[in-house]
Nanobody
Framework: QVQLVESGGGLVQPGGSLRLSCAAS????????MGWYRQAPGMERELVAA???????NYADSAKGRFTISRDNAKNTVNLQMNSLKPEDTAVYYC?????????????WGRGTQVTVSS
């Protein structure tokens, strides 16, 4: 069974930085796309950033210029460097892995890591 495990969340002051990491285990395949979603209380889960196996990146407008996503295909890991954090970035951040093959499309999720931006 594929597992995604996030780390790096915590409490940070506005303007500060955090680096989230996600490690995949239990698979012998590479994800076609890996990324980060977040969900704040009372809000829907939204895409923050994603990166394909070919290195194509996609960012939410709110993340552009502040967040940077990267991945190591050989290790099946993905990172999210978050700078200039704002209180509105407060949410549970979830690692996502998308796997596609001849049998279909398969989405995998981590359990999430809490990011709190507050003074």
């Amino acid at each position: 069974q594929v597992q995604l495990v996030e780390s790096g969340g915590g409490l940070v002051q506005p303007g500060g930085s955090l680096r989230l990491s996600c490690a995949a285990s239990g698979s012998i395949f590479n994800f076609n796309r890996m990324g980060w979603y977040r969900q704040a209380p009372g809000m829907e889960r939204e895409l923050v950033a994603a990166i394909t196996s070919g290195g194509v990146m996609n960012y939410a407008d709110s993340a552009k210029g502040r967040f940077t996503i990267s991945r190591d295909n050989a290790k099946n890991t993905v990172n999210l460097q978050m700078n200039s954090l704002k209180p509105e970035d407060t949410a549970v951040y979830y690692c996502n892995g998308l796997r596609m093959n001849g049998l279909g499309r398969y989405e995998h999720w981590g359990r999430g890591t809490q990011v709190t931006v507050s003074s």
